[in-house]
T-cell receptor, first 111, second 112 residues
């Protein structure tokens, strides 16, 4: 069965460190998305990609970057982690305007 | 400014009764709407959708109603079951956007 997996599921790191969260999908979807979920804000879009070599900024992109070198993967990098980036991060994929398939999330704590 | 709003952070309903979850949007370009359900420690899963050419879509116990003039949609769950206890997100998009805007979620608790 096709799936979308995120790793790690939990991570604790220190401010100033670079952190990379992995997202891998086997749906062969062109569209991939990264969201963060915070209390009172729901899911906010960080970055998204419509295909290989394509990346776009979402509504909360400052401090984050992504790269899309193949269809399956969209890693999210925090260049210099800040405590305000403590959150639960979700990756999703879709084709066209079909409903997105989500991973189970990465809980990131920045101390 | 949030384009999709869920103004009720939580809702508690007795098993067997109706649950009504509400969602408002501000962007008149939105023409496609979805509801997702999320359990703790899991990702959201797609529940039901509606296009702006309809005002109602039904799937088993779940019905979504769309009022375009009021920019409002609602999700009805009848009858509610304890397994429906979860956080529900509404999401909206326009055909040429290819991405979705999510509300802040409503936590539904169905009491046995």
């Amino acid at each position: 069965d096709a799936e979308i997996t995120q790793s790690p599921r939990h991570k604790i790191t220190e401010t100033g460190r670079q952190v990379t969260l992995a997202c891998h999908q086997t749906w062969n979807h062109n569209n991939m998305f990264w969201y963060r979920q915070d209390l009172g804000h729901g899911l906010r879009l960080i970055h998204y990609s419509y295909g290989v070599q394509d990346t776009n900024k979402g509504e909360v992109s400052d401090g984050y970057s992504v790269s899309r070198s193949n269809t399956e993967d969209l890693p999210l990098t925090l260049e210099s982690a800040a405590s305000s980036q403590t959150s639960v991060y979700f990756c999703a994929s879709s084709e066209g305007l079909q409903p997105q398939h989500f991973g189970d999330g990465t809980r990131l704590s920045i101390l | 400014d949030q384009q999709v709003k869920q103004n009720s952070p939580s809702l508690s309903v007795q098993e067997g009764r109706i649950s009504i979850l509400n969602c408002d949007y501000t962007n008149s370009m939105f023409d496609y709407f979805l509801w997702y359900k999320k359990y703790p420690a899991e990702g959201p899963t797609f529940l039901i959708s509606i296009s702006s050419i309809k005002d109602k879509n039904e799937d088993g116990r779940f019905t979504v109603f769309l009022n375009k003039s009021a920019k409002h949609l609602s999700l009805h769950i009848v009858p509610s079951q304890p397994g429906d206890s979860a956080v529900y997100f509404c999401a909206a998009s326009a055909r040429n956007f290819n991405k979705f805007y999510f509300g802040s979620g409503t936590k539904l608790n169905v009491k046995p």
